[in-house]
């Protein structure tokens, strides 16, 4: 009995010892990116604002994690990288202006943030001075703003009712919802703050403007046509020929820069991926302004290969990207297309470049004119697809030269 007792006694040992292993070895489950973020708030607070009470801090972590931090995992790594930057920009927001200050403080900080904006500043100085109460200041109407954002707009709503759900700390939901709406109201929409636009808006409700609006009883009011933008600043006519010009050129520059940068983009890749990365590192290095002996040290190859780098990227960028890989885009920048700008040439130009095609070149070019596909213009001509960009290469170059004489 002894010697079965002691048997059963170590089969059971044997159990429990695997059981155990079995425990042991078990991997325990990645942390989720929201897990993740919260451990690393945790400590970042802790260390900012050591005298907030964990229940603040738990209050501040969930209101930068959003509403449904599990749908962060599904986000690919570069939304995952701005989703991190964005929190970090909406706690810098609420530490700078907003937390642990007074309720009227804050609200001091938002109207004097979103007042100071320039191009609403101008605005809101404009209307007041073609409207019927010229006692309103720029705060005032800016308060006005953002009071009806708050009434109307659906996002802006949802968030006020998940800082609720945050905190019942009233101080604290204050200075949050007043972070909300700085971040909210400062976003770039086309290249201008979010609150430019509401501002728009609330114009377009609230003016009584247009004849086909005169109140009864009023008598039609004679405007002039200069405001001033500043109280030191010289009037400026609100009709100036001069200023309409400066602002429609101001448009164009920064549309030509915006098409430059996307070019200088689209032919670093090309040079990456058909030609060679040093290809693209050298025109980098170039584009900022450096010589080629300063190219050949930084990229510390050969200067006798960086004089063949130049080359080779000359060739592709004229005679192979510009014409073949990315010719409208290209076109656009340089305003040398050919529906729209005769490839940049002057009308003399043009017409003696004209003059100087056979009939299947002019045949080719007013083809392409019209906008017809390479393969229509093939078959028309009854020649290969090859030979249309074969030609078509040679007529564009032959412009090019005749525009750089």
């Known amino acids: 009995m002894d010697i079965v007792n002691a048997e059963q006694s170590l089969a059971l040992l044997q159990s429990v010892t695997i059981i155990e292993l079995n425990v042991l070895m078990q991997v325990a489950p990645p942390m989720t990116l929201a897990e993740t973020l919260t451990a690393e708030w945790q400590q ?73 904006l320039f191009l609403i500043r101008q605005k809101i100085k404009t209307w007041v001075a073609l409207s019927r109460d010229r006692q309103r200041t720029v705060m005032d109407v800016v308060q006005e703003v953002v009071q009806e954002l708050l009434q109307n707009d659906r996002k802006l709503q949802r968030q006020m009712q998940w800082i609720s759900q945050c905190t019942p700390d009233p101080r604290l939901r204050n200075a949050l919802l007043l972070a909300s709406l700085e971040e909210y109201c400062l976003r770039p929409v086309r290249n201008q703050p979010l609150f430019v636009y509401r501002f728009v808006n609330y114009l377009r409700r609230t003016q009584r403007g247009g004849l086909t609006q005169v109140p009864a009883g009023d008598l039609v009011r004679l405007v002039s046509e200069e405001v001033a933008l500043d109280e030191t600043d010289n009037p400026v006519s609100l009709f100036d020929a001069q200023a309409i010009v400066q602002y429609q050129e101001a448009q164009e520059w920064e549309d030509r820069q915006t098409a430059r940068l996307k070019v200088q983009r689209e032919f670093m890749t090309y040079l990456e991926e058909q030609v060679e990365p040093l290809a693209a590192q050298w025109l980098r290095l170039y584009l900022q302004g450096c010589t080629q002996e300063a190219i050949a040290e930084t990229l510390k190859v050969p200067i006798k290969q960086i004089y063949r780098l130049r080359e080779k990227v000359s060739y592709h960028a004229i005679r192979v990207f510009s014409v073949k890989s990315q010719p409208e885009l290209v076109a656009h920048w340089l305003e040398t297309s050919l529906k729209e700008h005769n490839l940049g040439l002057t009308p003399n130009q043009w017409q003696h470049f004209w003059d100087n095609l056979t009939p299947t070149q002019q045949q080719l070019l007013t083809l392409l004119r019209e906008g017809a596909k390479v393969e229509a213009i093939a078959q028309q001509l009854k020649w290969k697809t090859s030979q249309v960009t074969s030609e078509w290469s040679k007529l564009y170059l032959a412009a090019l030269d005749l525009r750089n004489q």
């Open 44 to 116: 970042r607070l802790q260390e900012d604002c050591p005298t907030l009470k964990p229940a603040a801090r738990t209050a501040i972590i969930n209101w930068l994690l959003g509403e449904h931090p599990e749908t962060l995992d599904q986000l690919d790594a570069d939304f995952q990288g701005i989703t991190r930057q964005a929190m970090d920009y909406r706690y810098r927001i609420l530490r700078a202006r907003y937390l642990e200050v007074s309720p009227e403080a804050g609200h001091r900080s938002l109207m004097k943030r979103l007042g100071s």
